[in-house]
Nanobody
Framework: QVQVVESGGGLVQAGGSLRLSCTTS????????MGWFRQAPGKEREGVSC????????YYADSVKGRFTISRDNAKNTLYLQMNSLKPEDTAMYYC?????????????????WGQGTLVTVSS
């Protein structure tokens, strides 16, 4: 059974930074592309960033490009998202998941294993 646990969210002022972490179990972590997704109240879930299985390729949504950095540590089965220059519009529940990632497309994999998410709130 795949388990996903996100952490690192919180309340931060605009312009601040947060680092999200995601640990997984029940899957061969280094065999899969991984991604961060977010859902704001009243909005659809969107793909924020994806990373290939070995970290050699990354994708960022236009809205976060230049501000967020995705990385992974396969030895620790952990995925990260460094978020800098945060804006109020970044406020959302953030989730990590196994990703379907082709280089120019970043979406959730059919494995459909999600954690409870971690809430990021950016105040203006």
């Amino acid at each position: 059974q795949v388990q996903v646990v996100e952490s690192g969210g919180g309340l931060v002022q605009a312009g601040g930074s947060l680092r999200l972490s995601c640990t997984t179990s029940g899957l061969t972590f280094d065999s899969y592309a991984m991604g961060w997704f977010r859902q704001a109240p009243g909005k659809e879930r969107e793909g924020v960033s994806c990373i290939s299985w070995n970290g050699g390729s990354t994708y960022y949504a236009d809205s976060v490009k230049g501000r967020f950095t995705i990385s992974r540590d396969n030895a620790k089965n952990t995925l990260y998202l460094q978020m800098n220059s945060l804006k109020p519009e970044d406020t959302a529940m953030y989730y990590c998941a196994v990703a379907f990632y082709t280089g120019d497309y970043c979406g959730p994999d059919a494995l459909d294993a999600w954690g409870q998410g971690t809430l990021v709130t950016v105040s203006s």
